[in-house]
Structures are given as structure tokens and as C-alpha cells.
């Protein structure tokens, strides 16, 4: 039936299936606040909203005096952007899908938007529809791609004018905001919309209902699209598809509805920094933690770098990327079109972790048992028992710890090294 321009409505369309199954994603934060490359994508705001001395000092020192935020857009040039190489990466990543900034707090639209005049990638800096290259190559390589949109706009006038009138009117939504959405999910056809900026006005402002219940009912893509929660202030856990909830939110028991982490390779940015340094980096290890204990707690795991202005993603990102990759190589048989089990971790630990698929049962460890033992509390086993490991062939010696419950495997013989090996291991468990 068609959904009514209202939550109650719009909250019972069935999520498309494709969005659980695909359980990993990658998200890419680039724009003109990729030129400076400091502080974070929310340069602007703080040096100019904020006034922040240390942003101001930053300027002062790097540019010439006067200068304005807009004489970085020709600097944002994409010159070494190659949109196959990301799509390999991503591809490489183990990624199932793929979700770029259209457009981030600043306005400024990374395609040639009618609406944002001069203040785009088609008319200024790179000269290219930055989202039409990049979703042409994914859609080679299969992934799905995602939309990210900022409602808000920092400095538009137009909004400024809005805000000043209590969101009593809505010039900024009717004139710039709303048909840039529209023409990017007819233009696009996107997978994913991953709306944000939403916080400052409710729905009313903003018209998200009509627009979601467009999108759902007459758009291109209303079969397959998946949203997320951030529509309006108060919106975020409560309405829209999936739910963020917030950025590199851990729900810690398993929730009752379809959500996402969203994490970032450096761990104090979303993008690009110059002055980024290892320890803000995330390792192997945590990157694949995260990515087990969301979604083992069922949700779908989205990291994120940060691309340079030419459209470089820095080999420390590459190579963190790769990393999860090979491990989803060997270990995705218990991530992708998995399901949460009974119980999401072991009792009194938070190196196991559980997931499901059918009629097997994936203990995820992250820590190699010192003896070599891994022991299991949860599942029940039976006779015709049979414990293999991911990567590795042939069957799993295994005892029942106490009788009728819990396990204790044998694991295979690592050879030893001064080093703790790599983080996260898999078994697979059939008639538990």
C-alpha cells in the first residue's frame, strides 16, 4: 500500500533485505574541507562559526591574510581521483557497499548541482561529477552505493534566514534543500541515503515525511532504497530505516531494530588531516573487533577514511582497508547474510563473540587461547558434534566442559612467534 507522508506510516516499511545482509560498508568523507586537511571536516564551522583561536592561527599561518573559505574550493582539484582504483579497493575491503559525501555541513555539492551555483565540483575545483564517477565505477564491481546528504547548510543565508524565523519558514528547504535531494536520487538512483545535519529543526521544517514517503512510493529506486534516522531533531533512534543513533554508536545488548556503526580509520577525523599521526590511527585488531561485536549485536558496520584534495586515499588507509579484506577472506562465512545467535558473546568475556547462519553457530575469538583451549560456555552440544575453523582444514577435537553444556576445543598448533598473532579467529560449530 502507499505510505502516508507520516512516521507511524513510513516506520513500517520492511527494510529491503540487501542492507542486513551486506553487513560491511565503506563510508568516504572528501570535500573542500579537504584542503585544509586540519582539525576536521568541521573546519569552517569552527574556525568561522566557532571563532576557535587554534583554527585561526591555522589560517594565519598557512594563508594569506583575508583569506576565505571559499578561495579553497579551487584547491579541492580530485587531480589524481581514479574512481575504478577506489571501487577495486573497496571491492578488496570486503565491503558490500559504499557511501560518499554529497554534500557535507559547508554545501558545497560534490556534483554539478543547479542549486549550488559556483559552489560545486562541476563549476569550481575539480571540474567533474565527483558522484557520477564514483557510482558508475562501484556499480561495475557490484557494490551498492549510498548517498550521504547534510540537511543543514552552516552558512547558507537562506537557512540562517530560517533559523532566525524559529524554522517558521522554509525558504532554505523549498528553494535549495529539497530539490538538490530529489535530483540526486533521480539523477543517481541510489542505493542508501544517509541523511545527517538534521539536528537544529523538526520535520515539519524539513519535510522529511513527504519526502520518504515519495521515495518509497513513486521514486526510481523505491523497491531497493534503504534510509537511515537522521530526519529531524529528535529523529535519530526513533524514525527512518536503519538507525545510527550517533557516530561509533555500541548499543552493548542486542537491539530490537535493524542499526549501524559508523567508525573512521583515523580516529580523530572523519577527514582528511595532513597532520594525522600512527597513534590516531586505528589498527587491524580494533577495525575487526569493531566490526565482530556489531554484528554479532546484529547491526552493519560502516568505516570510514578520509580521501587527500587530489582524491588520494593515503596508503595507511589502503592498507588498513586491505587488512579487513584478507581478514573477511578467510572469516566471512560468519559476517555476511549472517544472523545474531541466542547469545551475542561469551558470559564473562568480550574477546567471544557469537553470530549465525542456517543451522551453524560462529564463535568469533578475538584473543588465541594461551593453552591453545578454546573454551565455550554457551553452546549445548550433542553427540554428532562437529567444530571446524575457519581457514583451516579438517574437523576440531572438542570435549564437553561439564556435562550436557559448553565445549572445550582443541585448537590448531600455532608455531610460536615473539608476537601475539592477528586479531580474530573463527569456528564454526554444526549440531549445537
Known sequence: PPFRPDWRSLDARPLPAWFDRAKVGVFVHWGVFSVPAWGSEWFWWHWQGR?????????????????????????????????????????????????????????????????????????????????????????????????????????????????????????????????????????????????????????????????????????????????NDRWCKGCSCRHGGFYNCADKYRPGTLPDHKWEMCSSVDKMSWGYRSNMSIAEVMDEASIIEELVQTVSLGGNYLLNVGPTK?????????????????????????????????????????????????????????????????????????????VTMLGYAGTLKWQEESPGKGLLITLPHMLPSPLPPQSGWAVRLEGV
Request: net charge negative; glycine share 6%.
Open 51 to 227: 571563532r576557535d583561536a587554534a583554527y585561526e592561527r591555522f589560517v594565519r599561518s598557512r594563508f594569506p591574510p583575508g583569506t576565505s573559505y571559499a578561495e579553497f574550493a579551487p584547491h579541492f582539484t580530485a587531480h589524481d581521483f581514479q574512481p575504478r582504483q577506489w571501487a577495486e579497493l573497496f571491492w578488496r575491503a570486503g565491503a558490500r557497499y559504499v557511501v560518499l559525501t554529497t554534500k557535507h555541513h559547508e554545501g558545497f555539492t560534490n556534483w554539478g548541482s543547479p542549486r549550488s551555483w559556483n559552489w560545486n565540483s562541476v563549476d569550481t575545483g575539480p571540474h567533474r561529477d565527483l558522484v557520477g564517477e564514483l557510482g558508475e565505477a562501484l556499480r561495475e564491481r557490484n557494490l551498492r552505493y549510498g548517498l550521504y546528504h547534510s540537511l543543514m547548510e552552516w552558512f547558507n543565508p537562506l537557512y540562517l534566514a530560517d533559523k532566525k524565523n524559529g524554522f517558521k519558514t522554509q525558504d532554505f528547504v523549498i528553494k535549495k534543500m529539497m530539490p538538490e535531494l530529489y535530483d540526486l536520487v533521480l539523477k543517481y538512483k541510489p542505493d542508501l541515503i544517509w541523511s545527517d545535519g538534521d539536528w537544529e529543526a523538526p520535520d515539519s521544517y524539513w519535510n522529511s515525511t513527504s519526502f520518504l514517503a515519495w521515495l518509497y512510493n513513486d521514486s526510481p529506486v523505491k523497491d531497493t532504497v534503504v534510509v
Open 310 to 386: 587530489e582524491g588520494v586515499i593515503v596508503p595507511i588507509f589502503q592498507e588498513r582497508l586491505l587488512a579487513l579484506g584478507r581478514w573477511l577472506d578467510i572469516n566471512g562465512e560468519a559476517i555476511y547474510e549472517s544472523q545474531p545467535w541466542r547469545v551475542q558473546k561469551e558470559n564473562n568475556t568480550d574477546t567471544v563473540w557469537y553470530t549465525s547462519r542456517g543451522q551453524a553457530v560462529y564463535a568469533i575469538f578475538l584473543l588465541w587461547p594461551r593453552d591453545g583451549v578454546l573454551k565455550l560456555c554457551s553452546p549445548v552440544p550433542c553427540p554428532a558434534t562437529q
